[in-house]
Structures are given as structure tokens and as C-alpha cells.
């Protein structure tokens, strides 16, 4: 009877894992490119971007690889208490 019941239960379970299997989610990025370039309008824009950039990094090679000395980028932290003990502070250097 033990047998029977466990042999049932493994079905079952054999039985609901298969059915959980679902096909995997793509990412619908090209299928989404592809119907936004039918669209000539959408295309002609791309290109003029892509026309753009490129004449960007041509023309700005040599200031990139001028620019010297330090560069500061502003960064914002937030530090989040779960109490408002002193011990759960930390200091500026730890930051």
C-alpha cells in the first residue's frame, strides 16, 4: 500500500512539474525594431541619429583625449535606518 502511494504521489508530482513548464519569454526588442523601421519616418531618424554620432566622434577624438586632471561626478546616498539608534550611523568614509 506504502509502494502504491508513493508511486502515485511521484506521478503526481512528475505529472505537475512537466505541466508547469512553460516556453521561455523572449525579449521583443527586435521584433519591435524591425516594425518600427517599416516605418520611414522612424528609419530616416535612425540614420540621421546614427549620421550624427558619428560625425560627433570624429570631430571630438582628440578633445576626449585631452581632457586631463580630475573629474568629479555628484553622487546622492541615501543611508536608511531601521532604528534610529546611534550604532546603526555610519560615517562619511565608510559612505
Known sequence: MKGRLLFLSLL????FKLQAQH???NCAAETV????????????RRDLIEQRTLEFLKNSKDKANAR???LAIPVIVHVIYNTGRPQENISNAQI
Not at 503526481?12 to 505529472?15: A, D, G
Not at 525594431?33 to 530616416?44: G, S
Open 33 to 44: 525594431l524591425e516594425q518600427q523601421n517599416q516605418d520611414p519616418e522612424i528609419a530616416k
Open 68 to 70: 586631463t586632471g580630475i
Open 23 to 25: 516556453p521561455p519569454r
Open 12 to 15: 503526481l508530482c512528475i505529472f
